[in-house]
Each structure stands twice: as structure tokens, then as C-alpha cells.
């Protein structure tokens, strides 16, 4: 199964508030990237950020719900 980002986010907080809702409307749901981001300073920002990623054939409703829904408040 290939997973494609579908959000990337500095804040851990961020990243997790986006998997949890795509995870309540039934997504498949893999972080990347998270753990390092807590262990390195400056790590995530190196690697483009921690990766919210679903399965290549659910991007489309993925990134749907995540537009609908609008970024997490940690990240405005």
C-alpha cells in the first residue's frame, strides 16, 4: 500500500489533531517523521515537517475533509 502526505505540520499537536479526524471518518492513517521531530531539534523542519499520510486512493477525501474543515488552531 503506498501512502501519500496529505498535511504536513511543525507541531506535533497539529499533526495529531488531523489524524484523529481523519481516523473518526474512517481513513487509514500514517504519521511520519513524528517521532524524530521530538527527539531532534529542528529535525522535522529538515524533513519537510511530520507527514499525515493516507492511502493513494483515498487523497481526494482526505484532503476534501481536511479543506472542510479548515487547518488546526495550532497551526494559524
Do not use: H, M, P
Given at each position: 500500500m503506498e501512502f501519500v502526505t496529505?498535511?504536513?505540520a511543525f507541531s506535533p499537536a497539529a499533526a495529531e489533531l488531523v489524524r484523529s479526524?481523519?481516523?473518526a471518518n474512517q481513513f487509514v492513517?500514517?504519521?511520519k517523521n513524528e517521532?524524530?521531530?521530538l527527539s531532534m531539534?529542528?529535525?522535522a523542519m529538515a524533513a519537510g515537517g511530520i507527514l499525515v499520510q493516507v492511502p493513494e486512493?483515498?487523497?481526494a477525501e482526505a484532503r476534501a475533509l481536511i479543506d472542510s474543515e479548515g487547518p488546526p488552531a495550532c497551526e494559524q
Open positions: 496529505v498535511f504536513s479526524r481523519l481516523e492513517v500514517n504519521i517521532t524524530a521531530a531539534d529542528g529535525y486512493d483515498q487523497v
